[in-house]
């Protein structure tokens, strides 16, 4: 049995959940979050958990099993806590800043990008820093989100300008200068 898919999600105060067949929907002091999952795998709440079982130990049954239990862990940790990622902003001259709700980034285009949240989604910015923090309670769109912010800019190897994840390491390279003849 999975491991993973074996241990109950504790549903934590001020959180609500309502299953209706596949569909499951967990409400929270950080917003509300709907998904449907597949109709092999059920889901139960018993005693302030949720449980997910499967029916058989088929492979692609086995496959959703912790995928599913996961998934609910996710949504139950969004609406309570609530997911972050944290974005660097490299480069002279390059700089974040907020317009209303919409992120302005300003990395070197003949224009400033404008980026505005999608639903659920808000931004922090750290002008002196220069860090954009992209908070939301789906933590699929959030990384999706980082990851699209990410793409107007990408680091370069050479001098490491760019939009980066605050943890994440570019790797250098040397230029024309480190050519040996």
């Known amino acids: 049995m999975s491991r993973i898919g074996r241990s109950p999600v504790n549903i934590p105060g001020g959180v609500q959940v309502a ?18 999952f597949r109709p092999e795998i059920t889901v139960r709440q018993d005693a302030g958990q949720l449980i997910v079982e499967r029916p058989s130990d088929a492979p692609s049954v086995r496959a959703l099993h912790g995928l599913t239990r996961a998934l609910l862990n996710n949504m139950v940790l969004g609406v309570s806590t609530g997911f972050s990622k944290q974005l660097q ?44 923090k992209i908070l939301g309670p789906d933590k699929e769109l959030v990384g ?29 390279k040397a230029g024309k200068a480190g050519k040996v003849a």
């Open 144 to 172: 999706q989100v980082a990851a699209d912010i990410r793409k107007v800019r990408p680091p370069e190897p050479y001098k490491g300008k760019g939009i980066r994840y605050i943890d994440e390491h570019v790797r250098r």
């Open 19 to 36: 299953i209706d067949g596949a569909t499951v929907r967990v409400k929270g002091p950080k917003g509300e979050l709907t998904r449907t």
């Open 89 to 132: 902003v490299e480069g002279v001259g390059y700089r974040a800043e907020k317009n209303g709700n919409d992120l302005m980034l300003s990395v070197g285009y003949s224009h400033p990008v404008r980026f505005p949240p999608p639903g659920g989604i808000s931004f922090e910015v750290d002008e002196k820093a220069r860090q954009i």
